[in-house]
């Protein structure tokens, strides 16, 4: 069964940091482009950063970039997201999701979701 489950998040302050995974089972990452994605309730699910499969492309909405970084460890079939300087506004449940196209960044595409990891960025 193919499954990807998210983990990391939790409550941080503004200015912190924390390091989201999301680990693969039941399939291989190498062929797939990861995406990261976020939802607030009562707003659309929104893509925050997406890698590709191949040669390491990354994308990165433009109000996380410089902040978050996307990564790969192919060999742990994990796919990270390191978000650093996080604000309030980053306060989401984070997911992410799996598909063979690349360069994709409309949410409704992707073929494979995980559950979910909820940030709350607050003093």
């Known amino acids: 069964q193919l499954q990807l489950v998210e983990s990391g998040g939790g409550l941080v302050q503004p200015g912190g940091s924390l390091r989201l995974s999301c680990a693969a089972s039941g399939f291989t990452l190498d062929y797939y482009a990861i995406g990261w994605f976020r939802q607030v309730p009562g707003k659309e699910r929104e893509a925050v950063s997406i890698i590709s499969s191949t040669d390491g492309v990354t994308y990165y909405a433009a109000f996380v970039k410089g902040r978050f970084t996307i990564s790969r460890d192919n060999a742990k079939n994990t796919v990270y997201l390191q978000m650093n300087s996080l604000k309030p506004e980053d306060t989401a449940i984070y997911y992410c999701?799996?598909?063979?196209?690349?360069?994709?960044?409309?949410?409704?595409?992707?073929?494979?979701w995980g559950q979910g990891t909820q940030v709350t960025v607050s003093s």
């Open positions: 999701a799996a598909d063979q196209r690349e360069g994709i960044i409309d949410p409704d595409l992707y073929d494979y």
